[in-house]
C-alpha cells in the first residue's frame, strides 16, 4: 500500500469567496461536494477527515 500524501487542491477564487461566508463545517462540506470536489478532496480543502465528510454527505438534511 502506497504512504504517499496528495496535495491539497488549489481553490479558485470564486469558490473561496463563497467558502468563506459559509458558517458551519456541514455547510463547507456540503458545498464543495456540490462543486464536484471528491471526498477526500474535501478532508484535505477543510482540514477534516475524510470519515466526517462522508458522514455529512450521507446524512439528510434536517427540515425545520
Known amino acids: ?36 470536489f471528491s471526498r477526500g478532496d474535501v478532508a484535505r480543502i477543510l482540514n477534516k477527515r475524510y470519515q466526517h465528510v462522508r458522514n455529512v454527505e450521507l446524512q439528510p438534511l434536517k427540515n425545520g
Do not use: G, H, Q, Y
Open 1 to 36: 500500500m502506497s504512504n504517499t500524501k496528495k496535495s491539497t487542491p488549489v481553490l479558485d477564487s470564486k469558490i473561496a469567496k463563497d467558502l468563506e461566508a459559509l458558517d458551519t463545517t456541514s455547510s463547507k462540506i456540503r458545498f464543495l461536494l456540490a462543486n464536484k
